[in-house]
Structure formats: structure tokens, C-alpha cells
């Protein structure tokens, strides 16, 4: 075991709320030179906004040791589309795609369709108007930054962007490229910007299925955390995690222990 994929939102922190022995797990992390990333499906805040978040809980990070779908989705759309791009994506994430051409709120036709998490300004038109683009021009890619399909917010769970995308999948009997979690190759970008094989690294989140089984569907190791989203019935779904700790606080203790087992 060699590195470390962080969850954000679930493991680290609570909407606005840090997890107790969070600074303290990635400060022990940096100590012991374990490289890391943050790896996250938010699409509702740039890297800066998350960088500055994080700060503010007592965690530094640069703005290179942040993976998100948007940074993995520019890189593809610069190689596959051909045009101005409809993202539909919260104003302030849009500068993650400020080297791509844009297409206006009015246009007719895209390059491609870009789906993230709008959160509240979700309504008809504006679901209507993805759809339109895609139903108008078949072959345009429908592209997914990621497929999560909640979030826990302090208030409660909220919808991701994972439903949206499904919806405009049902009705254009499409397939979204997905560039975000639980697609393989995010979990893949993610472990060539550290140099390590997926069997060198260890995820730890708090989704049963966009976290854990996708990661070790890639071939990572997969900590869930009782956190977050983290529900007891989780653990009855047949997905087994390499090891479940009561939150990231625990997680100097899981390793010590792993990698004495290794040794």
C-alpha cells in the first residue's frame, strides 16, 4: 500500500461541517509522506473554491492534488469535440473549461453536452434544453461529470447529478461518457497522477457504490467510512469493502495495522 484517494464530501467534511479528526488524519498523512489525492464528483465549486474550503478546516491542498470530473472532462473534449461545448454546470465551475469553446445558452447545437450538478436551478426548460441538443443532433456526446445520485447535505440528502444524467439516457437511448465517479477511468487519472498501480492504493469514501465498489472494481482497495451518506443497510448489499472505520479519524490506526500485515 503505497497512496491514498480521499472522498471529500462524507469524509472529510459535512456540507460546511468539518468531520471530526479530519485535519488531523491528512496532517499524519503528510508527516508519514504518504501521497495522496482528493478525489470528488463535486461539480458545484472550482478547484480554488475547494482548495479554499479545505483551508478553512485546517487541511492544505494544492490545487494539482484535487481531482475533479471537470479537469478529466475538459482534457477529453479537447480531444473528441470538435465545437463549442453546452455545459450545464454551475456559472462559477464553468472557468474549469474556460480553454474549450463554449456554446451560448441560445445555441442550437453543441459539440457536446456536458452535465454536472446544478443543484437547485435544475428545472424543465433547462433539463428540456440538454435534451433538445442531444435529441437534434444524434451523435453528440452526452458527457457526465460523474453519475452519483445524492449527496448528504447539513439539511439532509440532495440530489446529484446521477439522476439527470439517467434521465436524458432514458430518453434518448444513449450512453454518457462518464468522467467522473464510478467510472474507471477517473479512478485512473487519478492513481497516473501519483505513479502508483491501483493495487498500490486504497480509496476511502462514504458511498457504497460510486466509492468502494467502483474503486475496487478498478482495482483498488476501498475503506468505507460511517459517515456521510453511509446508511447500516449499506453493508447488506453484497459489496464487501477491504475495511469499514467509523470515520476518517481511524484511518492512521488502518494503516499502521495494513501495512505492518504487509510487512
Same mark, same amino acid.
Given at each position: 500500500?503505497?497512496?491514498?484517494?480521499?472522498?471529500?464530501?462524507?469524509? $472529510?467534511?459535512?456540507?460546511e461541517r468539518?468531520?471530526?479528526? &479530519?485535519?488531523e488524519?491528512l496532517?499524519?498523512?503528510?508527516?508519514h509522506a504518504?501521497?495522496? #489525492?482528493?478525489? %470528488?464528483?463535486t461539480?458545484?465549486?472550482?478547484?480554488?473554491?475547494?482548495?479554499?474550503?479545505?483551508?478553512?478546516?485546517?487541511?492544505? &491542498?494544492?490545487?494539482?492534488e484535487?481531482? %475533479?470530473?471537470?479537469?478529466?472532462?475538459?482534457d477529453?473534449?479537447?480531444r473528441?469535440?470538435?465545437?463549442?461545448?453546452?455545459?450545464?454546470?454551475? *456559472?462559477? %465551475?464553468?472557468?474549469e473549461f474556460?480553454d474549450l469553446p463554449?456554446?451560448?445558452?441560445d445555441?442550437? /447545437?453543441?459539440?457536446?453536452?456536458?452535465?454536472?450538478?446544478l443543484?437547485?436551478?435544475?428545472?424543465?426548460?433547462t433539463?428540456?434544453?440538454?435534451? #433538445? $441538443?442531444?435529441?437534434?443532433?444524434?451523435?453528440?456526446?452526452?458527457?457526465a461529470?460523474?453519475?452519483?445520485?445524492?449527496?448528504q447535505a *447539513?439539511?439532509? +440528502?440532495?440530489?446529484?447529478?446521477? +439522476?439527470?444524467?439517467?434521465a436524458?439516457?432514458?430518453?434518448l437511448?444513449?450512453?454518457?461518457?462518464? $468522467?467522473?465517479?464510478?467510472?474507471?477511468?477517473?479512478? *485512473?487519472? &487519478?492513481?497516473?497522477?501519483?505513479?502508483?498501480?491501483?493495487?498500490e492504493?486504497?480509496?476511502?469514501?462514504?458511498?457504497? #457504490?460510486?466509492?468502494v465498489?467502483?474503486?475496487? @472494481?478498478?482495482?483498488?482497495?476501498?475503506i @468505507?467510512v460511517?459517515?456521510?451518506?453511509?446508511?447500516?443497510?449499506d453493508?447488506?448489499?453484497?459489496?464487501?469493502?477491504t475495511a469499514?472505520?467509523?470515520?476518517?479519524?481511524e484511518?492512521p490506526?488502518?494503516? /499502521?495495522?495494513? %501495512? #505492518?500485515?504487509e510487512?
Amino acid at each position: 500500500m503505497k497512496a491514498i484517494l480521499f472522498d471529500m464530501d462524507g469524509v $472529510l467534511y459535512e456540507g460546511e461541517r468539518p468531520i471530526p479528526g &479530519a485535519a488531523e488524519a491528512l496532517g499524519w498523512c503528510r508527516e508519514h509522506a504518504i501521497p495522496f #489525492r482528493f478525489l %470528488t464528483n463535486t461539480t458545484s465549486r472550482p478547484r480554488e473554491a475547494l482548495m479554499a474550503k479545505l483551508a478553512k478546516m485546517g487541511i492544505a &491542498a494544492s490545487i494539482d492534488e484535487i481531482v %475533479t470530473p471537470p479537469v478529466a472532462a475538459s482534457d477529453w473534449l479537447h480531444r473528441h469535440a470538435d465545437g463549442p461545448v453546452a455545459t450545464f454546470v454551475p *456559472e462559477r %465551475t464553468r472557468a474549469e473549461f474556460a480553454d474549450l469553446p463554449l456554446a451560448p445558452p441560445d445555441a442550437e /447545437q453543441a459539440a457536446a453536452v456536458v452535465i454536472g450538478d446544478l443543484g437547485e436551478s435544475w428545472d424543465f426548460h433547462t433539463l428540456n434544453r440538454a435534451f #433538445r $441538443l442531444l435529441f437534434d443532433h444524434p451523435g453528440t456526446p452526452l458527457v457526465a461529470l460523474g453519475l452519483t445520485r445524492y449527496w448528504q447535505a *447539513e439539511d439532509g +440528502p440532495r440530489l446529484d447529478a446521477g +439522476p439527470f444524467v439517467r434521465a436524458l439516457e432514458y430518453a434518448l437511448g444513449i450512453e454518457a461518457v462518464v $468522467l467522473g465517479k464510478p467510472g474507471r477511468g477517473f479512478f *485512473e487519472a &487519478a492513481l497516473a497522477s501519483l505513479g502508483v498501480a491501483p493495487s498500490e492504493a486504497v480509496m476511502i469514501g462514504d458511498d457504497i #457504490r460510486g466509492d468502494v465498489d467502483a474503486a475496487m @472494481q478498478a482495482g483498488l482497495a476501498a475503506i @468505507q467510512v460511517r459517515t456521510g451518506k453511509f446508511r447500516a443497510d449499506d453493508l447488506d448489499l453484497g459489496i464487501r469493502p477491504t475495511a469499514v472505520i467509523d470515520s476518517i479519524a481511524e484511518l492512521p490506526d488502518w494503516w /499502521q495495522d495494513a %501495512t #505492518r500485515v504487509e510487512s
